[in-house]
């Protein structure tokens, strides 16, 4: 399992989290999501290396940004 650690801006509630996780979720491989809309923190863990770009893009279409940390 690999677990990668990214920092989103703009989650204010447990809407927002549910909205990163339900787009997150939809990536192949991808086996647990950790959010919190209070630190900014989103922690994936895969079945394998995960792709930045699609979780940036997953986090961009629930309508925030995110780095990776």
Same mark, same amino acid.
């Given at each position: 399992?690999?677990?990668?650690?990214?920092?989103?801006? @703009?989650?204010? +509630? !447990?809407? +927002?989290?549910? &909205?990163?996780?339900?787009?997150? %979720?939809?990536? @192949? %491989? #991808?086996? $647990?999501?950790?959010? &919190?809309? /209070? /630190? !900014?923190?989103?922690?994936?863990? =895969? &079945?394998?290396?995960? $792709? $930045?770009? =699609? #979780?940036?893009?997953?986090? $961009?279409?629930? !309508?925030? &940004?995110?780095?990776?940390?």
């Amino acid at each position: 399992m690999a677990t990668t650690e990214y920092q989103v801006t @703009g989650m204010t +509630c !447990g809407h +927002c989290e549910m &909205s990163v996780r339900e787009e997150v %979720g939809q990536i @192949g %491989g #991808v086996a $647990d999501i950790e959010v &919190s809309a /209070s /630190s !900014g923190k989103l922690v994936v863990t =895969a &079945s394998e290396p995960i $792709d $930045d770009a =699609a #979780v940036l893009t997953a986090v $961009d279409e629930a !309508g925030y &940004s995110a780095v990776r940390v």
